[in-house]
């Protein structure tokens, strides 16, 4: 009831809102908690019932009532001894003790304007001294006023209430003001306020516990974050708070301690649980290339071999429809090929047809066969290696290939396999497979989709049957150990860390990364994302979301022996879970990194309660909005070429961001897909820019985004193209929004790539500010407009020419709106409302106007002597002394015009010429008129023409062309002059408008000669 009024008045206290809600939130919950029947009697329990509570809500709110923006205001409008009238806020902000009458009016005011009289109950008016007192010691020392009693006010509650509800309140302002790290909630020296405060109000019977973590890699840091909370019991342990590094408990004294050695087994078991189903719905990271099926090793980590043979059958299927083109027929060809060199036998037919279920029976049985069973043997023998000889197990030789031949019922082709299969330069591609499939369908005509499907998953079953004793007698480690023990070295708990932290773990990394600077024997791997202390593999494209053989400053260039990166365990770990819980494709490798994704990681401000992450988990399930469109630029510009850039219309456009109920084919982001009774802790999505984007497009939306959305959801956010996440905890840097690695044509726009809350949209007033929001919005809907191309397409790439223009000289926008204009068909001039609306969206690349106010005295200046003859002329006419002034300036002989003075002279020589010839009608245009007596006349004598004339000479020549071109010819010819030109025809057109406006009847385009000769 009472927050949709605080969140409109906070607008211009971007951070108010947070420090409101997470301060009371986790207090609220604490205060529910101490007055349940779980907990035994307590202060709370004892004298808080809904109206005290009420009042502690209504005072926390009002706490910081002096940094409220209207309070200065209030404080002059009573001041009626004008205590306050040459008071600057600034410099002497105001103070709760500069309000009257014990501050009562002014809290009063507030509480009927958020509507807390409506809270509060009927008798509202009798809590006000409460609610004063309250409000006004919230805090310890300068920040508590304990006098005010004694110098009038006269609360209602009872002192040992009031002294109750003041600790709640100073617990929430603690909460807002102190926690940035899960740890900071313990009693260690430098925090003893909240835990004694938590001891007193509940009379020992509840503390704080937490878990901490050391690292952030992303999707595993919430699984970890997840797997924790399970591992403290509900009924002991409520979630108070929860931060990217850990979560703050509240916690019963009878609590159980947390048993660390079973979590992180219990994380790779909630691994296990998150990623299976959806790797069997799904296969994410099964692919195919010319050498057959492939899918990323860590299928290992969650599946068995029998079991990973069943995956494999989805995977054919959905590799391989019956829409697919087939590809025996090449295989057929190729076989044929080596036939006709002598290397297989003649009485071999090698001639069969090109069908897809050849393809598709081809694929499955070398993948379970080569892929599968040779892998398995292979990983086998490899941990064989490990034991003493004396000790080493023999895994049993078992030719699966003709085994399932036999099965197939073709044993009499087992000759000829073999004769296959010893081919050589086949380039990996399984020959003998498609020789086997084609011949099992020559004998086995007419079989539909389910009767092979059900062929392969007799296949499996029989092969499962043959390899299950010895899956039974030949056990591999898991691949889960190196996870294991990362989760132990970055867990801590009130009790310390699980892992003591040790130097090994540093001088593992350290050895390696010198080591990886050798070429030949002693080299070792390094781990191309972050240094490790894990086992290192090279990585396939199939388990990648980058293409791996590219370069990185980890590996030695020149190096065939570095031809690949590679990459720790725990990396390839989060890669994984980022394919299968992130991912929406199945593009992997280079695929996936030509789509350009670039991250936005989302900080919370102070910390997430369980309410605003809530909030959050939904806002950021449902965010689809991947481009800046035509859709988004009607919300900031209407239809009447207004812009409108409050704000208050930002924090509307969620309707646009945020899609409810999207459906998965729809929503093109990269973004954790967790099941909705899990709590995720750090979030962070990938925006893809479209279909062959370039750099500059890829950037577009991201950045736009990064500015808007802490104005929206209230979080940090930090925008890059790396994967990595850039910090692990919001507390480790003090901006709002952190831009890494942006393209230039951003940076030009944002003009640096760090900014703090009240930067990114400044508070109005009189002197406009700086705003990278505004100016980014501003320069999108330039673009948009201008160029975008018919079919709309909006070619972002020219948005680099845009922005570099831009930086150059904001005086740009004038040019872009004549860009527009070349492109209509059906208008031959700007109408006025786009002139206001591009003049507008000047002041947002340059705040001061310091270019545009100089040509606007310009133009001011020649318009008091001269006049187009028409609203509708053409910019030649507009523009006839501007154009004469520089022709003077671009062409005259140095030695004539040696000095400012005679300079200009010379100038305003030819535009005395100009006039007089306007006069005489030989040149376009006609004087400045004015209305006497119901007629139109000269608005200037000879002499007072003169002296204007000299007035704009002596400005163009002085502030133009000596001040701002520092009297350089060659700067002044060209671009430069068009510049000019675009802006003052504008601003020509806007005060033609406006004394249009104005006046009682039309002006004629001319006036008789003989009132024009009398004038001079």
Excluded at 508 to 518: D, G, L, T
Excluded at 529 to 541: A, C, K, L, N, V
Aim: proline share 5%; hydrophobic share 35%; charged share 25%.
């Amino acid at each position: 009831m009472v927050y949709p009024f605080l969140l409109l008045y906070f607008t211009r206290l971007r951070n108010a809102i947070s420090h409101l809600l997470n301060g009371l939130f986790p207090t609220y919950r604490i205060i529910q908690k101490l007055k349940s029947s779980e907990l035994e009697t307590n202060p709370v329990k004892r004298q808080c019932e809904e109206k005290e509570t009420r009042l502690f809500v209504a005072a926390y709110i009002l706490h910081d009532f002096e940094k409220f923006p209207d309070y200065p205001i209030w404080l002059e409008e009573n001041d009626t001894d004008d205590v306050f009238k040459n008071r600057d806020w600034r410099k002497d902000p105001a103070k709760k003790s500069d309000a009257p009458n014990l501050r009562r009016g002014y809290v009063k005011q507030k509480i009927q304007d958020f509507s807390l009289d409506s809270f509060l109950g009927e008798d509202w008016e009798n809590c006000i001294d409460d609610i004063v007192w309250l409000s006004s010691n919230a805090g310890d020392g300068s920040d508590a006023d304990r006098g005010l009693e004694i110098r009038g006010l006269r609360p209602n509650l009872d002192g040992r209430v009031r002294n109750i509800l003041q600790r709640l309140l100073k617990m929430s302002d603690l909460f807002a003001s102190l926690l940035k790290h899960p740890r900071d909630v313990e009693s260690d020296g430098r925090n003893e306020k909240l835990p004694e405060l938590l001891n007193d109000l509940s009379n020992g019977q509840l503390t704080f516990s937490y878990h901490a973590l050391s690292d952030n890699r992303g999707v595993l840091t919430n699984i970890i974050n997840n797997a924790l909370m399970d591992a403290h019991p509900q009924q002991y342990y409520t979630q108070l708070l929860y931060l990217p590094d850990g979560v703050v408990y509240l916690a019963s004294n009878d609590a159980p301690a947390i048993h660390t050695a079973d979590i992180p087994n219990q994380v790779v078991d909630k691994i296990k649980i998150l990623c299976s189903k959806q790797l069997t719905k799904r296969q994410t990271g099964f692919s195919r290339d010319g050498k057959g099926f492939k899918f990323a090793d860590y299928y290992w980590l969650f599946f068995r071999a029998n079991e990973l043979m069943e995956v494999s059958i989805n995977a054919a299927i959905s590799i391989l429809p019956d829409t697919k083109l087939a590809s025996s027929g090449k295989r057929s060809e190729s076989l044929q090929s080596f036939q006709t060199q002598g290397e297989l036998p003649q009485n071999i037919d090698v001639v069969f047809g090109n069908e897809i279920q050849i393809d598709r029976l081809a694929e499955f049985g070398d993948i379970i066969c080569r892929g599968i069973w040779s892998k398995w043997q292979e990983r086998a023998n490899e941990y064989q290696k490990q034991f003493p000889k004396a000790e080493r197990k023999n895994i049993p030789d078992l030719n699966l290939t003709e085994k399932l031949a036999e099965y197939l019922g073709l044993p009499e082709e087992i000759p000829a396999i073999r004769q296959i299969q010893s081919l050589k330069k086949t380039g990996g591609v399984p020959l003998d497979w498609y020789y086997l499939s084609a011949k099992y369908y020559q004998k086995n005509l007419g079989k539909n989709l389910a009767q092979n499907i059900e062929l392969m998953e007799g296949m499996v079953n029989y092969t499962s049957n043959l390899i299950e004793p010895i899956l039974e007698d030949f056990a591999i480690p898991d691949g889960w150990s190196d996870l294991r023990t990362y989760v132990s070295r970055v867990i801590s708990l009130p009790t310390g860390a699980v892992f003591e932290p040790k130097p090994d773990q540093f001088l593992i990394e350290i050895s390696r990364y010198n080591a990886a600077k050798f070429t030949g024997r002693g080299r070792e791997n390094v781990c191309a994302i972050s240094s490790s202390p894990y086992t290192i593999t090279e990585q396939m494209e199939s388990a990648t979301l980058f293409a791996p053989q590219v370069y990185s400053n980890r590996q030695i260039l020149f190096n065939a022996q570095a031809a690949k990166r590679q990459i720790c365990s725990i990396w390839s770990i989060e890669i994984m879970l980022r394919q299968i819980m992130m991912s929406k494709t199945n593009a992997t490798g280079a695929d996936f990194e030509g789509r350009k994704y670039r991250y936005l990681y989302l900080y919370p401000a102070y910390f997430f309660t369980p309410e605003t992450n809530k909030f959050l988990q939904k806002a950021y399930n449902a965010i689809s909005q991947t481009r800046f469109d035509a859709e988004l630029r009607k919300h900031f510009v209407s239809k009447e070429q207004v812009a409108n850039l409050t704000i208050d219309n930002y924090q509307q456009v969620d309707d646009l961001l945020i899609k409810q109920d999207i459906s998965p084919e729809d929503d093109k982001t990269f973004k954790i897909s967790y099941p909705d009774d899990e709590t995720l802790t750090f979030f962070f999505i990938g925006l893809p820019p479209g279909r062959e984007a370039t750099d500059t497009e890829s950037w577009v939306m991201p950045t736009w985004l990064a500015f808007a959305l802490p104005l929206v959801l209230d979080v940090k956010v930090v925008a890059s193209e790396s994967p990595v996440p850039p910090f692990i905890s919001g507390a480790d840097f003090e901006q709002t929004v952190l831009i890494d690695g942006e393209h230039q044509a951003i940076r030009s726009l944002i003009q640096k790539d760090n900014y703090r809350l009240d930067s990114i949209l400044p508070r109005i007033s009189e002197k406009r500010e700086f705003s990278p929001l505004n100016t980014l919005t501003a320069a999108y809907s330039i673009h948009l407009e201008v160029n975008r191309k018919k079919d709309g397409d909006p070619d972002w790439g020219k948005l680099a020419d845009l922005a570099r223009d831009l930086e150059t000289s904001p005086l740009y926008v004038f040019y872009y709106l004549n860009k527009w204009l070349r492109k209509q068909d059906k208008i031959d001039s700007v109408p006025m409302a786009k002139v206001r609306l591009y003049l507008d969206f000047y002041h947002y690349f340059e705040p001061e106007g310091k270019a545009v106010n100089q040509l606007r005295k310009l133009t001011e200046l020649y318009r008091r002597f001269y006049r187009s003859k028409s609203q509708y002329a053409k910019a030649n006419a507009i523009l006839k002394p501007i154009d004469e002034a520089a022709d003077v300036i671009l062409k005259i002989d140095k030695s004539m015009a040696s000095d400012t003075d005679s300079l200009i002279d010379v100038v305003a020589a030819r535009l005395a010429k100009l006039m007089n010839n306007v006069r005489r009608r030989a040149a376009e245009g006609k004087p400045t008129l004015t209305l006497i007596d119901g007629k139109w006349k000269p608005a200037l004598t000879s002499e007072e023409e003169r002296q204007a004339v000299y007035e704009f000479s002596k400005y163009f020549v002085k502030e133009i062309f000596e001040g701002s071109f520092k009297s350089d010819r060659a700067r002044l010819a060209g671009t430069q002059l068009n510049l000019i030109r675009d802006t003052c025809e504008y601003l020509y057109r806007l005060a033609d408008d406006e004394e249009r406006k104005a006046r009682p009847q039309e002006e004629p385009d001319d006036i008789p000669e003989l009132e024009l000769e009398a004038s001079v």
